[in-house]
């Protein structure tokens, strides 16, 4: 029943490692976002996509690397973490833009 | 470029009280706007939204208030409960926007 769903909810890995955390919407939404919170609760879009397609990329380093593999899956790949990499990762979805953002639980990524 | 944010960090509120947030931003062709509630260790919650053509709009409990003279928002919570601590992010997007763009967020706590 849940809306918006990533996994996995916490990843502790160390500094080099690659990842990836999954995304998944069972609202028939067209739009999917990733979006950063740092330390401070500070919410941050990295990347923005419409039907498959990338829209904002939000000067996000290319070791970040989302990919839809269809319109209700956005994944997010980061290669060789950076401790600076530690955040909260939501993903989010929404029917168009311009309008509310359904949001994930959150990852909580820590890089060690 | 345009930005979002919230007058004050944290809000300290007697249960029962009245609750007043507020919001500023800087981008005139902002064209929606929402607020949201995110608890401890969750991601963000849909309390209300308003678009420009609006100067207010009442949910339960809760009431948005619009200035786009003075590019101000504020979100008023009724009858504040417990329930009601969380920090509070309000976000805007303009009418070609893939993306909400968020402010810092304000900490309500509720005092019994």
């Known amino acids: 029943d849940t809306a918006v769903s990533q996994t996995p909810k916490y990843l502790v890995t160390q500094m080099g490692n690659d990842k990836s955390i999954k995304c998944e919407q069972n609202l028939g939404h067209d739009t999917m976002y990733w979006y950063k919170q740092d330390s401070k609760k500070f919410l941050k879009i990295m990347f923005s996509?419409?039907?498959?397609?990338?829209?904002i990329n939000e000067t996000v380093p290319n070791r970040f690397s989302p990919k839809s593999p269809d319109k209700a899956h956005l994944n997010l790949h980061i290669n060789s973490l950076e401790l600076g990499d530690s955040a909260v990762y939501f993903c989010a979805s929404s029917q168009v833009r311009n309008t509310e953002a359904f949001f994930g639980q959150g990852t909580r990524l820590t890089v060690v | 470029g345009e930005s979002v944010g919230l007058h004050l960090p944290t809000l300290s509120v007697q249960e029962g009280d009245n609750s007043i947030i507020n919001c500023a931003y800087s981008n005139s062709a902002s064209d929606y706007f929402i607020w949201y509630k995110q608890e401890s260790g969750k991601g963000p919650q849909f309390i209300i939204d308003?678009?420009?053509?609006?100067d207010k709009r009442q949910g339960q409990r809760v009431t948005v208030l619009l200035n786009k003279t003075v590019k101000h928002l504020s979100l008023q919570i009724a009858a504040t409960q417990p329930g009601d601590s969380a920090v509070y992010f309000c976000a805007e997007s303009g009418s070609n926007d893939y993306k909400l763009s968020f402010g810092a967020g304000t900490t309500v706590t509720v005092r019994a």
């Open positions: 996509y419409n039907n498959k397609e990338l829209i």
């Open positions: 308003i678009r420009s053509n609006m």
